[in-house]
């Protein structure tokens, strides 16, 4: 089956439509072939957040020449790479060679996985999220007015620090972030979207209904931290575990793998790699 094929399975498995309330047309959507050629054999499949060079070198190993990925691959919103080629810079001089060297194709799966996969009942939910809840074993926990985006949760009792760890551990992370007191009991959880600056409405959703704890993709030093830290301070029960975007999303593209049989159904070789924690922790020392 040629990847251009392939790709077109995939897209015809997800619901389509509309995704964040806006509709998904190919001469606009995020979801393009941002590299290589797609009018050749599939040999295999690689699926992960975002296309590393050692995501590219380890689907070069296992012999694979097409890789989904949700984020982008140059660095920018829309992937051009005309200023990139226009400056030289070096780092997209060599990570082209390497894609020209292994004869690789990405394409990314963004905004048809958000927009929705098929599940037993015949409704659609959102496919990072849902695969996120299914890692965390969390499906149950689903908020049934939340359904769809799948992100909010009703957890048993736990402690921030018992809830971070269990993160850690369960996603192959480094290490997380905590804003509010560690030893704090949450059970009412919350995934909000980006947090760039204000944050008045998730102030308000914490507030109305008793979140808990926010689990954040990007977070700022400003509105919702500062509100976490003072409602925190007043024993208000208000926490942020920080787990950075690629973080909180990859195992979305991880259970892609459960359904991508189903999708393209063709004998192809498959696998999820981790584009891993970008970040490193260093801990004070405690004398």
């Excluded at 704090?184 to 959703?205: Q, S, Y």
């Excluded at 498959?270 to 020392?285: A, C, F, L, P, R």
Aim: charged share 25%; aromatic share 10%; with cysteine.
């Amino acid at each position: 089956m040629l990847i251009s094929e392939v790709i077109q399975k995939v897209k015809d498995y997800h619901k389509g439509g509309a995704v964040f309330g806006k509709e998904i047309k190919e001469d606009t959507t995020r979801d393009q072939i941002l590299y290589g050629d797609a009018h050749k054999e599939c040999t295999g499949i690689v699926t992960t957040c975002w296309v590393t060079v050692d995501v590219i070198c380890k689907a070069h190993e296992k012999g694979v020449n097409l890789i989904i990925c949700h984020e982008a691959l140059f660095w920018n919103h829309g992937d051009h790479q005309e200023w990139l080629m226009e400056s030289q810079n070096e780092t997209y001089l060599l990570k082209k060679q390497l894609l020209d060297k292994t004869g690789i194709v990405v394409w990314r799966d963004h905004d048809y996985i958000h927009s929705g996969i098929p599940m037993e009942d015949g409704t659609y939910t959102d496919g990072i999220f849902y695969g996120l809840a299914n890692k965390l074993g969390w499906t149950e926990y689903i908020r049934k007015d939340d359904q769809f985006m799948n992100m909010h949760y009703e957890i048993p009792e736990t402690t921030v620090s018992e809830l971070a760890n269990y993160l850690v551990d369960t996603l192959n992370l480094n290490g997380v972030k905590i804003i509010g007191n560690p030893n704090h009991k949450i059970k009412n959880i919350c995934i909000p979207m980006h947090v760039f600056g204000d944050a008045n409405d998730l102030i308000e959703e914490a507030d109305k209904d008793n979140i808990n704890c926010f689990l954040t993709m990007e977070l700022i030093d400003f509105t919702l931290t500062e509100y976490i830290r003072d409602s925190s301070m007043l024993n208000l029960n208000r926490s942020i575990i920080a787990m950075g975007h690629f973080n909180l999303e990859e195992p979305g593209m991880e259970y892609m793998l459960k359904y991508l049989p189903k999708a393209i159904q063709t004998d192809i070789p498959m696998y999820y790699i981790q584009s891993g924690d970008n970040y490193e922790y260093v801990v004070k020392k405690v004398s």
